[in-house]
């Protein structure tokens, strides 16, 4: 089974903060993604990687970076965390290229902004 | 923390019963669709999958058909258990596009 692990299920930051988001996968998956879910809104991509360090803006790419040194790691940073960052953050992956896969998801990292 | 499940539509069934959710999709250029299954405090789940090739595919207990002709997508439980209360979506890939578009879920409730 694939696994996507995110480092935390809970993090209470304050404003202006940087903060690090940080998801591995264990399938040599080339794809990884990273979305916030907030109620209402559904799922919404911030940014994906196709490969190292290659990186793509999503949706909402707005006050997030990425980084992605290594295939298995995509880190996902707040350069300085505002209280409208507070969500659900979910990291996903896939294999192949472009579409047409399945995404795997973590179980998310719920984010506090104060 | 909020749920993911607030604001969104739901549907309420007896365990035992078949269930079905539906999801419209807007591009009639997509051409690859996944059903997933979120419950309380968890990262999506993958369920089952389809290409628009297809019509029906079916798994184990769920069964996905797909109507090119409206853009409708289903997701049909057989025997609904209380177990598979959750939040459910759909996502669909546009051809020639990156990534999966996801909508926004039905929550199901099973009652014992």
């Known amino acids: 089974d694939v696994k996507v692990t995110q480092s935390s299920r809970y993090l209470v930051k304050r404003t202006g903060e940087k903060v690090f988001l940080e998801c591995v996968q264990d399938m040599d998956h080339e794809n990884m993604f990273w979305y916030r879910q907030d109620p209402g809104l559904g799922l919404r991509l911030i940014y994906f990687s196709y490969d190292v360090k290659m990186k793509e803006k999503g949706d909402i790419p707005e006050g997030y970076s990425v980084s992605r040194e290594k295939k298995e790691r995509f880190s996902l940073i707040l350069e300085s965390a505002s209280t409208n960052q507070t969500s659900m953050y979910l990291c996903?992956?896939?294999?192949?290229?472009?579409?047409?896969?399945?995404?795997?998801f973590g179980n998310g990292t719920r984010l506090t902004v104060t | 923390g909020e749920s993911v499940g607030l604001h969104l539509p739901t549907l309420s069934v007896q365990e035992g019963d078949n269930s079905i959710i539906n999801c419209a999709y807007s591009?009639?250029?997509?051409?690859?669709f996944i059903w997933y299954k979120q419950e309380s405090g968890k990262g999506p789940q993958f369920i089952i999958d389809i290409r628009s090739n297809m019509d029906k595919r079916q798994g184990q207990r769920v069964t996905v058909l797909l109507n090119k002709t409206v853009k409708h997508l289903s997701l049909q439980i057989a025997a609904t258990q209380p177990g598979d209360s959750a939040v459910y979506f759909c996502a669909e890939n546009i051809k020639g596009y990156s990534t999966l578009t996801f909508g926004k879920g039905t929550m199901l409730l099973v009652s014992p």
């Open positions: 591009n009639s250029a997509s051409d690859y």
């Open positions: 996903a992956s896939s294999a192949r290229g472009r579409g047409g896969s399945p995404l795997h």
